[in-house]
């Protein structure tokens, strides 16, 4: 098969909960579904149905009939429960049918089972499994995965807005549909002081960028290779930990303490919140959680779920106790250190509990136990038969100001590992010869030093996730935090005779803390946000290298995190096409710095230049994909830094340096900047 027709393969993610026979794609495309494969309600009528959707067709896709394999467990789940990841039954399920994905003899093979399953199998996790399996498989790893926005526009959207997208899609003709503007505060009001980060935690692109990062790095699947990318549990640890620094940096520039850790399982949660949202699939309200709410035991029959707070809490214990010894303990009873190297590793997978974890039974689920506790506070027993809350899935979770608190916790955990570890030595920080003389970040034409950020509003298309309704594209506007782009210029001095490497290391953090006094660099560095990170080569003598605020390491463009998937594609089999996949992960560039304050935010601008030849991992990069590597790695590909993620600063510093002025040595340096918030929106051209 071609590549034309493996893209049809993409077709299937299109209006979820309808039938697979209706049309779909911006061309007219109808799948010819054999008899056999339909369902029970549509097999008896199926010319009838099948010749009224076919008038005007532009593409049609045959499907070959074949034997299908048994689906039984995929189908034991019902087409409009809630499907989680969280949820140990739910992961065998879907680990079941990523198997049948992958192990299809062909693509053609592959179209068939998924076009039988599609009205079989609930929705969610048909676009879960099918999402892996075309990642993962070699012969569908070109293929450019459709926005999880797009497809379930309901996890993203407040459920007036999707009133009136149906509306006015079923009013108006495509082609003069106007944007349906999201309203900016509608989950609650100023009453509560976590409402003020909003515009974190319900942005669309951070939750994107959440799920499609769970997507990438799976933690339950029956080949191992899916699972078992190159440092999967640091970057489990890295990518979350700076998720925390930054929201600490947004609680700083709301006049709010950092946030406290959910550190005591029995106390009650003080923040409620309520989600606002419906559920299409499921077709119910996405559950609140009331203030003050207590975890229970969880025992809910039909969720096969029956594990107790008291397991948490052994599990928590277990893992302190293998960080203070220094090792872990496997299966087999076998030490296994943590050690400088691969510690953070091991604790990672063991603390989020993927597969690779070295001993699931001793050191349990706590983290994923964690999300299904909260999530089923409301209804611990099943006695109301309601589903999980927002924290029971990667697209939501981050909504609620719980997530913040619970993976607090989770950071502090692994902070005890870090704070263990010795501290770098000058020898391990300096690089002989080369020295900062002197850095500036400027917006263009703005005045140096300061960074400015605003309101935007932006248009998102949501016409892939309208089902039963008139075809063409509707538009969904929201207001987001923007940033003017801003421009690094960094003097660097090579001392050597001859042409040196560097890895440009750039960091922010708040100068001080929530009562004003400048904090001590055992507290800053926990809040040091990662902003970019690039090679240089530094010609002997005085070196200028200036940066774009837009290339960072960190981040990936608007465009990019919602994209269209018909527009800017690379061309077909080229080897950047595999690339464009990935790309999908990425923290939104719109949310690369923090929003900061109207008097300004004052924050220290960390730069570091190591030494290149130490730091580098030497392999291909091939095409765009490897662009937003500080929290995604690179597809099938090594982690390109051999230094610790969050290097300099994932240990305590060593004795004498107890601020960040005395921490530096020659090849760093630090410049104060001002984030100023202007309290205006613009719109995006």
């Known amino acids: 098969l071609d590549m034309a027709d493996k893209k049809n393969l993409l077709l299937l993610f ?4 309808e039938p697979v026979f209706m049309d779909k794609g911006k061309r007219k495309t109808v799948f010819d579904v054999p ?18 959707v076919g008038e005007n067709v532009e593409q049609r896709v045959p499907v070959r009939e074949i034997s299908i394999p048994d689906l039984r467990i995929p189908m ?36 068939s089972v998924a076009v039988y399953a599609r009205d079989r199998v609930n929705p969610v996790l048909f676009n879960y499994a099918l999402s892996v399996a075309l990642l993962h498989r070699p012969d569908t790893q070109g293929l450019d995965l459709p926005s999880f926005s797009q497809t379930f526009p309901d996890r993203f959207i407040d459920s007036q807005v999707m009133r009136q997208l149906r509306e006015e899609s079923f009013v108006v003709n495509s082609g003069s549909r106007m944007p349906i503007t999201i309203p900016r505060d509608y989950t609650a009001s100023d009453l509560d002081p976590e409402h003020r980060l909003w515009y974190f935690r319900e942005d669309l692109g951070i939750n994107l960028h959440h799920w499609h990062w769970h997507l990438v790095y799976p933690f339950e699947a029956s080949d191992r290779s899916i699972v078992d990318k190159d440092r999967r549990g ?14 600490n940096a ?28 419906d559920s299409l699939v499921a077709s119910r309200a996405w559950p609140p959680r009331f203030e003050s709410t207590k975890l229970s035991d969880l025992n809910r029959e039909a969720d096969q779920l029956n594990v107790e707070i008291g397991d948490l809490e052994r599990w928590r214990d277990r893992i302190y106790e293998a960080i203070h010894q220094g090792f872990v303990m496997d299966e087999r009873g076998t030490r296994i250190a943590l050690d400088e190297a691969k510690g953070i590793d091991h604790l990672g997978n063991m603390i989020e509990a993927s597969i690779l974890s070295p001993n699931r039974v001793l050191y349990g689920d706590l983290h994923n136990n964690g999300h299904t506790f909260i999530s089923y506070a409301h209804d611990p027993s099943n006695k109301h ?31 005890e590992h870090k704070s263990r570890l010795p501290a770098y030595t000058d020898a391990q920080l300096n690089y002989s010869g080369i020295s900062i003389t002197g850095i500036q970040v400027a917006a263009n034409g703005g005045q140096a030093n300061t960074l400015n950020t ?59 803390d929530e009562r004003g006094q400048p904090m001590l ?12 990170k690039f090679v240089v080569s530094l010609n002997p003598g005085p070196n200028t290298i200036r940066r774009r605020s837009t290339e960072s390491s960190v981040t990936i463009p608007f465009e990019r995190t919602f994209r269209n998937l018909d527009a800017n594609r690379p061309t077909a089999g080229a080897p950047e096409e595999l690339e464009f996949n990935f790309c999908g992960c990425g923290w939104p560039n719109h949310m690369l710095i923090p929003k900061g304050l109207p008097e300004g935010l004052r924050c220290d601008l960390f730069i570091m230049v190591s030494n290149y030849e130490n730091d580098r991992i030497d392999q291909q990069l091939v095409g765009r994909c490897s662009d937003a590597a500080s929290y995604c790695g690179v597809r099938d590909r090594l982690y390109p830094d051999r230094q610790a993620m969050g290097y300099p600063f994932d240990r305590l510093p060593r004795t004498g340096a107890d601020r960040l002025v005395n921490f530096l040595t020659p090849n760093m340096s630090i410049v104060d900047v001002t984030v100023r918030h202007d309290n205006r929106t613009v719109q995006r051209q």
């Not at 008899?35 to 009224?52: A, G, H, K």
């Not at 890295?238 to 998720?243: I, R």
């Open 35 to 52: 008899d056999s494969f339909l369902t029970d309600r549509y097999r008896p009528i199926s010319n009838e149905v099948q010749s009224r």
């Open 14 to 17: 299109d209006h979820p909960t």
């Open 521 to 532: 660099l055992r507290e800053q560095r926990l809040m040091m946000i990662e902003l970019d």
């Open 454 to 512: 605003f309101w935007q509003q932006s248009d998102v298309d949501m016409s892939r996730g309208f089902d039963f309704l008139p075809r063409g594209n509707v538009f969904a506007r929201f207001s987001h935090l923007q940033h003017l782009p801003f421009t690094y210029t960094i003097n660097i001095n090579n001392d050597g005779g001859a042409q040196r490497f560097g890895y440009v290391r750039i960091f922010m953090a708040p100068k001080n």
């Open 76 to 111: 034991s789940l019902g087409r409009d429960e809630q499907f989680s990841l969280f949820l140990p039954k739910h992961r065998r399920i879907a680990g079941r049918l990523i198997d049948i994905f992958m192990n299809m003899r062909s693509v053609d093979d592959l179209q």
């Open 250 to 277: 947004e609680r700083f520039s709301n006049n709010l303490a950092r946030v406290q850790p959910f550190n005591n399982l029995r106390e009650p949660i003080a923040e409620g919140y309520f989600p606002k949202m």
């Open 234 to 247: 640091e970057l489990f640890y890295y990518m979350h930990q700076q998720v925390i620094a930054r929201y």
């Open 385 to 415: 038969l309601e589903s999980f809350g927002v924290m029971g899935d990667v697209s939501t979770a981050m909504r609620d100001p719980v997530f913040y608190k619970w993976h607090s916790y989770i950071d502090r955990i692994f902070q």
